[in-house]
């Protein structure tokens, strides 16, 4: 009696454990995983003047099932060049742009790591308040501060120093800044975890045993802190291959992105099936580092 | 660190927050230029911010994405607690890989892809189920729960890894059930990751434009939305106004939220000196 009454307990319990985990995974799984599965139909669709403006992938008529594959829209993209161009615009854009986050990151977390205990948390905040503000309206900043009559042109022909403006807006420059000026925060966070985490006692250690700052720098702290370079680099490298805003307001005609590129397809084409094969090919490309960025953050999970 | 010979990780810290904080300032000044003409400096005014008061759009769309956030954050925040809770307290089981890539893979994907996948879903939806029938709040409500759900996991797992677990199974070897030590042990503890989770979200939800964009239909327009049709078509001293009244709030809010936890960390520090 008393052993029934404990296993229909366990029973509850094995239900309620369940019905926990099911909560967001039902979620997550309806709407964000499935999703993808629609993406990768709907590429292998036809456009269609219809609404929605893609044709059937399944018909049945005759008694006879019709399984229509439209490899076209892939095929499409390899015919044009402008979006292998783009592809590539975007992928060398968003290294560079990481690249500098990096380099300009890494000692910025360095001295956060460094400096006294009491001005940490000021320096955190500091570091987070940009990317709480708006995102559209820091990257419109830019738009006053490069454009031809903008506050940089401005005050080198004010000085005497150039007579004409010099042209920044709508070049690979201005969406570089852009895009570095946008995610440097989520650089300098998770590098600032890794390298205030790590134990001075080994900086201690080596520099006991007579070796330089530098070496020490080499050896010890960079290898230590490579989780927070990864996870940095990804948190910027993979949104930036994608990113719509800056290319859109600091990007001219010769600063194609494959993000924009996409966005003029569904809302200015309305060709649902390209863009959908757009955004296959994007995922494929960026498969290899989502999954390292994976692989370095359920390591933090746990 | 050494203040009299500053050194090169403490100068490009500097040199840091100048690249940060130079261009939101420019922002602010040209708000007050009298001269619609951005760049040209014509006097002190606050002409624009009378303007954007009578910008009805504006404020109907500030209106619309304030309780779109304020939605989508507390359903994020269950969501993403559960979420943080299951990867970090229930060991293994089935399905965990994907929970845990699921909850990952939002922080970094593109949100051109987020974006056009969520809308053909819910083109799916329509046809088969008859709802959504019109895109507009809820579905913007549903995207932006679902992106904003895995930064909550984020931090609320952060938060719980460094709890003492061993309270809570004390609990229930004296006999509490999961569910009530959970709402009367680890939900108490982990509040202040609960609310910097929800004000993360929330400013995440106010501030997507991509995302909202695809899954919107022609009755929602979200403060994004509204300005990025503003601001492509060049530079206009009524955002700039705005985005000063934006800077302005966060700001104020940090300081509070700097304020309070110095003092708590105060506090703990002399309580640890009495002990």
């Known amino acids: 009696m008393k052993l029934s009454r404990s296993s229909a307990l366990l029973k509850r319990l094995q239900l309620g454990r369940r019905a926990v985990i099911a909560f967001p995974l039902v979620w997550l799984t309806l709407f964000f995983l499935l999703p993808f599965a629609l993406v990768l139909k709907i590429s292998l669709s036809e456009a269609a003047i219809a609404i929605p403006p893609y044709g059937p992938l399944l018909e049945y008529a005759d008694q006879t099932l019709h399984v229509f594959l439209n490899l076209g829209n892939y095929l499409f993209l390899l015919s044009d060049s402008l979006y292998i161009a783009a592809y590539w615009g975007s992928v060398k854009t968003a290294f560079i742009a990481t690249l500098a986050c990096l380099l300009l990151g890494y000692p910025m977390a360095y001295a956060m790591a460094r400096a006294p205990a009491r001005w940490q948390l000021l320096l955190l905040l500091l570091i987070m308040l940009p990317s709480w503000t708006s995102f559209l309206i820091r990257v419109y900043a830019w738009m006053g501060i490069l454009s031809n009559s903008g506050l940089i042109n401005n005050l080198l022909i004010g000085i005497g120093l150039i007579d004409s403006p010099l042209r920044m807006m709508n070049t690979q420059f201005s969406v570089t800044i852009g895009i570095v000026y946008a995610y440097l925060p989520f650089m300098v966070l998770p590098l600032y975890a890794h390298l205030t985490r790590m134990d001075n006692s080994l900086l201690e250690a080596a520099a006991d045993l007579g070796s330089r700052k530098l070496n020490t720098f080499i050896k010890v702290t960079l290898p230590l802190s490579t989780g927070g370079i990864v996870a940095g680099s990804m948190l910027v490298f993979i949104p930036a291959v994608g990113e719509f805003v800056i290319p859109e307001l600091l990007g001219g005609p010769d600063t194609l992105m494959i993000g924009k590129v996409l966005w003029e397809e569904f809302f200015l084409n309305r060709d649902w099936p390209v863009a959908s094969a757009l955004a296959m090919v994007m995922l494929l490309l960026l498969l290899v580092p989502i999954v390292w960025f994976h692989r370095y953050q359920s390591k933090e999970l746990e | ?275």
Not at chain 2, 20 to 39: C, E, H, R
Not at chain 2, 40 to 60: K, M, N, P, R
Not at chain 2, 197 to 220: M, N, R
Not at chain 2, 239 to 268: G, H, K
């Open chain 2, 1 to 275: 660190m050494s203040m009299r010979r500053p050194n090169f990780s403490t100068v490009m810290l500097v040199l840091g927050l100048l690249f940060l904080y130079l261009p939101m300032f420019v922002l602010v000044v040209y708000s007050f230029n009298a001269s619609k003409l951005v760049t040209v400096w014509a006097g002190f005014s606050t002409q624009w911010y009378g303007e954007l008061f009578q910008d009805q759009q504006i404020l109907s769309a500030v209106w619309t994405s304030l309780r779109i956030a304020f939605f989508a954050a507390s359903m994020a925040v269950c969501l993403g607690t559960v979420a943080a809770f299951v990867m970090t307290r229930y060991g293994h089981f089935r399905g965990k890989t994907a929970l845990s890539s699921m909850v990952t893979a939002p922080l970094v994907m593109p949100e051109v892809i987020t974006g056009l996948s969520l809308l053909l879903l819910f083109v799916q939806m329509a046809q088969i189920t008859g709802w959504p029938a019109d895109r507009g709040m809820a579905t913007i409500w549903i995207a932006h729960t679902t992106f904003c759900s895995a930064y909550v996991a984020v931090v609320v797992a952060a938060r719980l890894r460094e709890v003492d677990h061993s309270i809570e199974e004390a609990a229930m070897d004296l006999g509490s059930p999961p569910v009530k030590t959970f709402f009367s042990i680890t939900l108490p503890i982990i509040t202040p990751a609960l609310a910097a989770g929800w004000l993360l979200a929330f400013t995440l939800s106010l501030d997507d434009l991509v995302i909202a964009s695809f899954v919107s239909g022609p009755g929602a327009n979200t403060l994004p939305m509204v300005v990025f049709s503003s601001v492509r078509m060049g530079v206009s001293p009524k955002i700039n106004a705005l985005a000063t009244l934006i800077i302005l709030t966060v700001s104020l809010a940090t300081l509070l939220a700097w304020f309070f936890m110095r003092r708590n960390e105060t506090r703990r520090r002399v309580a640890l000196r009495d002990v």
